[in-house]
């Protein structure tokens, strides 16, 4: 047998080796299944071997415990913020002033991106993390190393034999990670975030570590120092160093012989920042020397060795000169503000979302005003703010008939968004093929909005199941569509029956069950059939699962159109079966337990954690499908159920020899 400590470094070094690919250089060499599957070997591997357990190992990214509030740090040195230079002339200005205090001796610039989150500093010791802090005050700021432990682009363990050093950079949030935030908080009814640095900030300064680690932030290391202060001779050194120790440091840098170079970088990434994956809001550029960084030292608040080249906000003044009505896949009426259009950061912007009733509100808008947009990490620009009353003004109301179909609208308690209810609705029709075709989800290539309004207004499709009765004849009756088009459109088609189960479930379009609820619900229940006859409250077996989401999915499995729905995917060939990543080959492998009263030595999460390790699952309730209760003191009916249904009952020790750890 394999000795478990060498199993379990070998284990820590290939997982930390992947997470560098895959976080920090974006270069993945190995899938998300295999990775998963080598994380689960050294979950169980050290769940065996506690004693073997270590603060930097790549399973100690999932965030511990919840907190009772944030502990203050004094910073080893201040965390200073940058001047700003709103255009050319000020940054030419700021370049005069280096020179004149250089005496003439010759320097460079560094040109880094500007990145738009927030700073944090995070300490290592002997090569390992030890702890994060928030900027705060600039002084003192928060402990947030729980929560920084789940950002993936930060290494856990740094490639370095420096004793003790601390880096500076920014955490953000990409602009994919942001959108898919707030669509899910649209749906749950919650306030959205603003931005994507707002959105940042708030899942780092959040008291439960899951909370962060779900949200997917990122980080960019910008400084490094020991003791407080520049570790090497020159600025653009430490960034090289940085991305050897493993860090993430923004590829767009670059060292500059004089300030015509520098704006010259800011120019380009102004053109450029629509092609980044996250928010920029300008250049930050430092002398590249850190000697030069001495002699220019600091004033109160900022180096006199960098400044921050800001870039106009994307924001732009216009008037509203109507508002319109979007009907969504659930049947939401989203308002949208019809802008006079106006160009704001190179595009034409001539609309601009406005959520919801509330938000229109709290906006204080009515139709003539003059408003300040935004265009930010939404793809649809959004009103910040009444610049103006307009002149002749109209107040807006939400309609109680849907605009497109003139079916009942309702809004529910609880609930930011009014509902069109008629489920035969053509608007909600049309967004659900969308989404049931869209990338991610069944990716039916070629399934876009024109395509789907021809065949759904001429009748051809009334439901997601008719897209597997479409054939040549029918999409060629069609504006537009020659042969091969047609042709490419029913092979994407045929190809989109091989999606695994995960992937169907989230493309039926149940509320709350996204792509990750979607998989924890497949891998608890293992097929279709099984989600949709779960009751409500077995429904919640499966992790992270609570009552919202539970009492969604079971009725949707009640109403007879959605039932019928299942039953014609099924007979087009869907997936209706899961095929787990589980490794397979546990001594539980395929057995259902029911964890009942308390039992001697272990708590009831230890002993669920022991059963899922060996392949076996755990279940809330005692039913036909229980191979075993384990009963402790005080068992109350379950045990009863369990004598009931003749089900086999069980002790501590005896689950213990089942597992073979006894
Ligand atoms: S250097 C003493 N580099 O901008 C130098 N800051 O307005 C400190 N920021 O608080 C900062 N990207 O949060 C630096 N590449 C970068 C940056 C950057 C974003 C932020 C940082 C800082 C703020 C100053």
């Known amino acids: 047998m394999k000795d478990p400590a060498v199993e379990i470094e070998n284990l820590r070094e290939e997982l930390r080796r992947h997470e560098h690919l895959y976080y920090v250089l974006d270069e993945p060499q190995i899938t998300d299944a295999e990775y998963d599957a080598l994380m689960r070997r050294l979950r169980q591997l050290e769940d ?33 913020s940058l001047d700003n230079a709103l255009n050319e002339g000020e940054l030419r200005d700021f370049d005069r002033r280096v020179r004149e205090l250089l005496g003439g001796a010759a320097y460079r610039y560094v040109a880094e991106l500007k990145l738009d989150g927030l700073s944090m500093a995070a300490h290592y010791r002997d090569g390992q993390f030890v702890q994060a802090v928030t900027r705060g005050d600039g002084t003192v700021g928060e402990d947030v190393t729980e929560n920084a432990r789940t950002i993936r682009s930060l290494p856990l363990r740094a490639n370095t034999r420096l004793e003790a050093f601390e880096t500076r950079g920014e955490a953000i949030m990409n602009r994919r990670a942001f959108d898919r935030l707030n669509a899910g908080r649209d749906e749950r009814g919650l306030a ?94 430092k002398v590249d020397s850190v000697e030069q960084q001495r002699t220019l030292a600091f004033t109160a608040k900022a180096p006199r060795w960098a400044i921050a080249f800001k870039y106009a906000a994307r924001q732009a003044v216009t008037a509203v000169e109507g508002i319109e009505l979007q009907v969504g896949r659930t049947g939401a009426l989203t308002p949208v503000a019809r802008l006079r259009p106006v160009e704001v950061g190179g595009v034409t912007v001539a609309r601009a979302t406005l959520h919801n009733e509330d938000e229109i509100e709290r906006l204080g808008l009515e139709i003539g005003d003059d408003v300040v947009i935004e265009r930010s990490g939404d793809v649809i620009p959004k009103v910040v703010r009444v610049h103006a009353l ?12 849907c605009p497109v179909c003139g079916g009942t609208v309702v809004r529910e308690e609880g609930e930011s968004a009014r509902r069109c209810i008629n489920t035969n609705c053509s608007a909600r029709l049309k967004e659900s093929i969308l989404h049931f075709a869209s990338r991610g989800v069944m990716n039916i290539d070629g399934m876009g909005e024109a395509l789907v309004d021809q ?25 537009r569509m020659g042969p091969k088009s047609a042709a490419n459109i029913l092979r994407n088609i045929e190809n989109s029956k091989s999606n695994p189960l995960p992937r169907v479930l989230t493309a039926l379009g149940i509320r709350f069950v996204g792509e990750r609820t979607a998989e924890l619900l497949a891998e608890e229940f293992g097929g279709l059939d099984m989600i949709a006859a779960a009751g409500a409250e ?35 060939g869907l997936r209706f079966e899961y095929q787990s990543a589980r490794p397979s080959g546990g001594a539980l492998d395929g057995l259902t337990f029911v964890l009942t009263g308390t039992l001697p030595t272990l ?60």
């Open 603 to 662: 708590t009831r999460e230890e002993a669920k954690r022991l059963i899922e390790i060996a392949g076996g699952k755990v279940s809330g309730s005692v039913g036909k499908k229980t191979n075993y209760v384990v009963a402790g003191e005080d068992s109350g009916s379950k045990l009863a159920k369990a004598r009931a249904l003749g089900v086999q009952v069980v002790n501590e020790a005896q689950l213990l020899e089942l597992i073979k750890i006894g």
């Open 390 to 401: 307009g002149s002749y003004r109209r107040k807006f109301q939400m309609p109680s008939q």
């Open 455 to 479: 065949l759904v207004d001429r009748g051809i499709v009334a439901s997601v199941a008719d897209l597997y009765d479409l054939t040549a004849g029918k999409l060629l009756s069609l504006e």
């Open 192 to 285: 959205r975030f603003a931005n994507p640095r707002n959105a940042a900030a708030g899942s780092l300064r959040v008291l439960e570590p899951q909370i962060t680690a779900a949200r997917r932030l990122d980080y960019f290391a910008y400084l490094l120092l020991t003791d407080g202060r520049t570790a090497y001779d020159s600025h653009w050194q430490s960034l090289e160093e940085l991305s050897r120790m493993g860090f993430k440091v923004n590829p767009n840098r670059r060292l500059c012989a004089n300030v015509e170079e520098a704006l010259a970088f800011c120019a380009e990434w102004e053109a450029r920042r629509n092609d980044l994956p996250y928010e920029i809001d300008g250049v930050v550029l």
């Open 538 to 572: 077995e429904l919640q077996d499966a992790p992270e699962v609570g009552p919202k989401v539970a009492e969604s999915v079971f009725q949707f499995f009640r109403e007879p159109r959605n039932q019928e729905l299942v039953n014609r995917l099924r007979a087009a």
């Open 48 to 80: 065996q071997f506690p004693e073997l357990a270590a603060p930097d190992s790549p399973t100690q990214r999932v965030g511990g415990k919840p907190r009772e509030g944030f502990v203050k740090v004094r910073h080893s040195s201040p965390m200073m």
